[in-house]
């Protein structure tokens, strides 16, 4: 009971105090004439300070927050270099992938024009002047009429390489069996796989505006339009392997997009001269030679 009184007691002599009053005279130093006075309690001064304070602190945390000196805070200005550092190397593997796209697109142009893959079409694909769906096609010129039929003359005295583009057991079309490929479209097989034909891919009928899957994950190296093969797009994929897809009626891949396997690359359509009727006309290349689909992919 008497611990109870003198807490009571105590609290009641502090609050005394926080409620005497102070006066705070302000002189001149050399006449000593009053300037101005002001009566202060405990309490006022400590209620000023804590609104001071409370004032200060939140300046300093609108200029940390809102302006460049938080860099300068301990900790925060290395998540920021760590953040920039990680778009740097982002940007980076961007270009470096349009670089390799861009090199890997020059060196199948030059195998093409070489003659590592020579077929009419496979000239056609280069030689034939760019255009659009608008553009009314240029007809081939004397030297292009020239260079096919030096082409086919020698394929009639190579029959050899004909036959070296087959399939065989033993050869490196087992290591091509090996690889999964995916079916870019799937319909019926209206003309086969035929080099004496010269029909050096499939055709394979489907509906209108059904969407062109790539067979493979790879690199698009050419997207353009020719006047034989329409609208085409071909993909570079690992294991030395390339295919084509001609024909479409849109494209919806560029030079240097990386695709996936399943991944849609264009739409169906009738576009080329060397087309009849909406359909999807596919090749594959292996190590430089074409290949019948029919044999690594179901329709």
């Known amino acids: ?9 105590r609290w009641n002599r502090i609050k005394a105090r926080s409620q005497d009053e102070y006066q705070l005279v302000v002189r001149n130093t050399h006449n000593y004439h009053e300037i101005g006075s002001y009566n202060l309690t405990p309490l006022n001064v400590y209620a000023a300070l804590s609104t001071l304070f ?3 602190a939140v300046i300093v945390i609108g200029l940390i927050a809102f302006t460049p000196l938080r860099q300068y805070v301990p900790g925060y200005g ?3 270099q760590r953040e920039e550092m990680a778009d740097l190397q982002f940007t980076v593997k961007e270009l470096t992938d349009v670089v390799d796209s861009q090199n890997l697109y020059i060196e199948n142009l030059k195998r093409t024009l070489l003659g590592d893959a ?9 030689t034939e002047i760019v255009a659009t769906d608008e553009v009314e096609p240029l007809p081939p010129s004397e030297a292009e009429i020239k260079l096919r039929r030096e082409m086919e003359e020698e394929r009639m005295t190579v029959p050899a390489q004909a036959s070296a583009a087959q399939p065989s057991p033993g050869s490196n079309d087992v290591t091509l069996a090996s690889v999964y490929l995916v079916a870019p479209l799937n319909g019926e097989v209206s ?6 034909t010269d029909h050096t891919g499939v055709d394979i009928l ?3 505006n059904t969407p062109v899957k790539a067979t493979r994950a790879g690199i698009v190296f050419l997207s353009e339009y020719s006047n034989a093969n329409g609208n085409m797009i071909g993909i570079q994929h690992d294991n030395n392997l390339i295919s084509f897809y001609k024909h479409n009626s849109r494209l919806l891949k560029e030079v240097g997009d ?5 991944e849609a690359v264009a739409i169906i359509g009738n576009t080329g001269t060397q087309s009849t009727g909406p359909h999807l006309h596919f090749e594959l290349w292996h190590q430089g030679r074409a ?4 044999e690594f992919v179901g329709f």
């Not at 020579?118 to 280069?126: A, K, L, Y």
């Not at 003309?191 to 004496?196: E, K, S």
């Open 1 to 9: 009971m008497e611990e109870t009184h003198e807490n009571l007691s």
């Open 54 to 56: 409370l004032v200060v």
């Open 78 to 80: 290395d998540v920021v």
């Open 118 to 126: 020579i077929t009419v079409d496979s000239v056609e694909q280069r």
């Open 191 to 196: 003309a086969g796989f035929n080099l004496a």
């Open 206 to 208: 489907a509906p209108q």
């Open 258 to 262: 990386r695709v996936k396997a399943g």
């Open 291 to 294: 290949v019948d689909p029919g």
